[in-house]
């Protein structure tokens, strides 16, 4: 059963950046696609970023296009969401989950519901 654990999360002043990182365990990652979450105080949680299982397909929600970057690195077992430019907006608890691949894997899940692995969160708080 995958188990996952984000790190990363920091107070950081609007304009910075931050690695978020999701690492896995008790499975491996490579049969999983991963997608990255995130859920602000007092609003539902939404999507940022996903992967596929192969690596070679990336999906991006409009806030975060341009500024944050999704990577995999199966030998170390850890998914990572570089984030730059970051605005007040930003402030949320980030999630990362997993779905297991099937195929080729090239299919990039979208959808919370898509999901049945979640990490506990990080929170992210962009301050000045």
């Known amino acids: 059963q995958l188990q996952l654990v984000e790190s990363g999360g920091a107070l950081v002043q609007p304009g910075g950046s931050l690695r978020l990182s999701c690492v896995a365990s008790r499975a491996s990652l490579e049969h999983y696609a991963i997608g990255w979450f995130r859920q602000a105080p007092g609003k539902e949680r939404e999507g940022v970023s996903f992967?596929?299982?192969?690596?070679?397909?990336?999906n991006y929600a409009d806030a975060a296009k341009g500024r944050f970057s999704i990577s995999r690195d199966d030998a170390k077992n850890t998914v990572y969401l570089d984030m730059a430019s970051l605005t007040i907006e930003d402030t949320a608890v980030y999630y990362c989950?997993?779905?297991?691949?099937?195929?080729?894997?090239?299919?990039?899940?979208?959808?919370?519901?898509?999901?049945?692995?979640w990490g506990q969160g990080t929170q992210v708080t962009v301050s000045s």
């Open positions: 989950a997993g779905k297991r691949g099937n195929g080729l894997g090239w299919n990039v899940y979208t959808r919370i519901s898509d999901y049945g692995t």
């Open positions: 992967i596929s299982m192969n690596g070679h397909a990336t």
